[in-house]
């Protein structure tokens, strides 16, 4: 399995506070994806990175930053949580010669 | 634009019995296709994938063939196992603006009873 974790895998905050989700890896991977999972709507990509201090934007990423300073770590922020933003939000990472992506084991986001 | 669509669930069937789930695609370029699976309460595991035109994908059983000329990569697998209950998504990635972007559908939920 590739080494790739979520820290915290619970959070419940309140609206409009600042919320941080880490995606950490073991595997020297090039490209890192964030995804949020919600019923109805599948996986949506909010941010990817295809390398150090190179990041975009995918289909829903209003209210979402991210930055990556390490190969290794991948962090989402959310500067003001809203209750839309209650979701499980997934990383994953891909090594672009093989193309699949490894996911991560998930973060369940409450924002009340 | 690049789009995935499959069935919706959920796909209720019985042990061993025949499983099909339809995915078409609409892509730019020439995209790589995937088949994932996730288990309650876990991330998605990589099921099978195909690269190009007329490749098969297999793996535990599951099979799925990457069709250019329909645009499809449907899921089979000849006889479910209740262990197979878990939902399904099928994928590509294509090569845009130099850089690898994933499109998930929105994913299919297989129920098998004993």
């Known amino acids: 399995d590739a080494g790739i974790t979520q820290s915290p895998r619970h959070k419940v905050t309140e609206t409009g506070t600042p919320v941080t989700l880490r995606c950490h890896q073991t595997?020297?991977?090039?490209?890192m994806y964030w995804y949020r999972q919600d019923p109805g709507h599948g996986l949506r990509l909010i941010h990817y990175?295809?390398?150090?201090?190179?990041?975009d934007k995918g289909e829903v990423s209003d209210g979402y930053s991210v930055s990556r300073s390490k190969t290794e770590d991948f962090l989402l922020t959310l500067e003001s949580a809203t209750s839309s933003q209650t979701s499980v939000y997934f990383c994953?990472?891909?090594?672009?010669?093989?193309?699949?992506?490894?996911f991560g084991p998930g973060t369940r986001l409450t924002v009340t | 634009g690049n789009s995935v669509t499959q069935m919706e669930g959920p796909v209720t069937l019985s042990e061993e019995a025949f499983l099909t789930i339809n995915c078409t695609y609409t892509?730019?370029?020439?995209?790589?296709l995937f088949w994932y699976v996730q288990y309650p309460g876990e991330g998605l595991q990589l099921l099978l994938k195909?690269?190009?035109?007329?490749d098969k994908g297999s793996n535990k059983g599951f099979e799925a063939t990457y069709r250019k000329e329909t645009t499809s990569f449907h899921l089979e697998k000849g006889s479910v196992q209740v262990s197979d209950s878990a939902v399904y998504f099928c994928?590509?990635?294509?090569?845009?603006?130099?850089?690898?972007?994933?499109?998930f559908g929105r994913g299919t939920s297989l129920i098998v009873h004993p």
């Open positions: 994928a590509h990635t294509t090569l845009t603006g130099g850089s690898y972007i994933p499109t």
């Open positions: 994953a990472i891909s090594d672009i010669r093989a193309y699949e992506q490894y």
């Open positions: 892509a730019t370029g020439y995209p790589s």
């Open positions: 595997e020297n991977h090039r490209y």
């Open positions: 195909a690269t190009k035109a007329d």
């Open positions: 990175s295809y390398g150090v201090k190179d990041t």
